[in-house]
């Protein structure tokens, strides 16, 4: 019902900036999405929750990130948006797109995000 496709991974040396980009299809509903987030998963680690926005727009953060990831959306065109500042090496990790809709979770494929020291 739900398609993510995630965009803007690349390789930036630490102190650079990325901006993810997170865009849901759906099909045959007028519903909107309910909340999304962003998550990550590095090599051999867990994967945890980077940010998330609701339907009415209230934010949350992981404290690694709080005051250097900025995340937002845009209705009009059901896209999430992920602004990363001052990057660190240890924010490198696949970032996933992940959406909540009709009471189902559902997810993009991922974007590779690498921080060069």
């Known amino acids: 019902q739900v398609q993510l496709v995630e965009s803007g991974g690349g390789l930036v040396q630490a102190g650079g900036s990325l901006k993810l980009s997170c865009a849901a299809s759906?099909?045959?509903?007028?519903?909107?999405?309910?909340?999304m987030g962003w998550y990550r998963q590095a090599p051999g680690k867990q994967r945890e929750v980077v940010a998330t926005?609701?339907?009415?727009?209230?934010?949350a953060y992981a404290d690694s990130v709080k005051g250097r990831f900025t995340i937002s959306k845009d209705n009009a065109k059901n896209t999430v948006y992920l602004q990363m500042n001052s990057l660190k090496p240890e924010d490198s990790a696949v970032y996933y797109c992940?959406?909540?809709?009709?009471?189902?979770?559902?997810w993009g494929q991922g974007t590779q995000v690498t921080v060069s020291s």
């Open positions: 926005i609701t339907s009415s727009g209230s934010t």
């Open positions: 992940n959406a909540l809709w009709a009471a189902s979770y559902y």
């Open positions: 759906i099909s045959r509903s007028k519903r909107s999405i309910d909340a």
